[in-house]
Nanobody
Framework: VQLQASGGGLAQAGGSMKLSCTASGSTSSTNVMGWFRQAPGKEREFVAAISWSGIGIFYADSVKGRFTIYRDNAKMPVYLQMNNLKPEDTAVYYC????????????????????WGQGTLVTVSS
């Protein structure tokens, strides 16, 4: 499977943006899906993850209440709705997939994921 993240761009602080993660090829491994981000000069960090069913969801504290991860009926695409954007949200956003269906705390770690997309740049101006 190949993942494609899209929807990035330039937004003003307080604005909104929706990222999409689509899959091509076999989607048998696109069960738990995660979003991570990497800001310039910083390490990649966890943003949000969602279980195969869409019921289990984790968020990083930094985005809780502002970002929403969702998917329809255990399918792809997976979306990341980002509201009330802040300049510190500026980063390259990556989606990732794991073949596990159940969401576990380790899904906040990048090494739990089997497949990664290429990333989409989100820039938030103040």
């Amino acid at each position: 499977v190949q993942l494609q993240a899209s929807g990035g761009g330039l937004a003003q602080a307080g604005g909104s943006m929706k990222l999409s993660c689509t899959a091509s090829g076999s989607t048998s491994s696109t069960n738990v899906m995660g979003w991570f981000r990497q800001a310039p000069g910083k390490e990649r960090e966890f943003v949000a993850a969602i279980s195969w069913s869409g019921i289990g969801i984790f968020y990083a504290d930094s985005v809780k209440g502002r970002f929403t991860i969702y998917r329809d009926n255990a399918k792809m695409p997976v979306y990341l709705q980002m509201n009330n954007l802040k300049p510190e949200d500026t980063a390259v956003y990556y989606c990732a997939a794991d073949r596990l269906k159940g969401l576990i705390p380790r899904h906040k770690l990048s090494e739990e994921y089997d497949v990664w997309g290429q990333g989409t740049l989100v820039t938030v101006s103040s």
